[in-house]
């Protein structure tokens, strides 16, 4: 079964840190791009970040620019968004989803992890 699982999510004060995971799991991670997506409350999706599938090219929101930093690890098959300086605004159900090639510049998805809550408040 093919399967993305994000953990890793939590309750932070602002200005703390967490670090998301995306195992995958009934295939292997090297040949796709991976982006983390988020959603809030009453708002649409949005794109976070994404790395390609060698890692050598990452793409940011503004909005995270600076504090929020993707890796991934396929030896391991997972990919890691570690999240610095946590703003109230950044509270949402984050996501990560395999891409359908090897480049970010590719927008369609094909799978989809179940999401891990993030919640930054004091």
């Known amino acids: 079964q093919l399967q993305l699982v994000e953990s890793g999510g939590g309750l932070v004060q602002p200005g703390g840190s967490l670090r998301l995971s995306c195992a995958a799991s009934?295939?292997?991670?090297?040949?796709?791009?991976i982006g983390w997506f988020r959603q809030a409350p009453g708002k649409e999706r949005e794109g976070v970040t994404c790395?390609?599938?060698?890692?050598?090219?990452?793409y940011y929101a503004e909005s995270v620019k600076g504090r929020f930093t993707i890796s991934r690890d396929n030896a391991k098959n997972t990919v890691y968004l570690q999240m610095n300086s946590l703003k109230p605004e950044d509270t949402a159900v984050y996501y990560c989803?395999?891409?359908?090639?090897?480049?970010?510049?590719?927008?369609?998805?094909?799978?989809w992890g179940q999401g891990t809550q993030v919640t930054v408040s004091s």
């Open positions: 989803a395999k891409k359908t090639t090897s480049s970010c510049y590719s927008t369609a998805t094909s799978l």
């Open positions: 009934g295939f292997t991670l090297d040949y796709y791009a």
């Open positions: 790395i390609s599938s060698s890692g050598s090219i990452t």
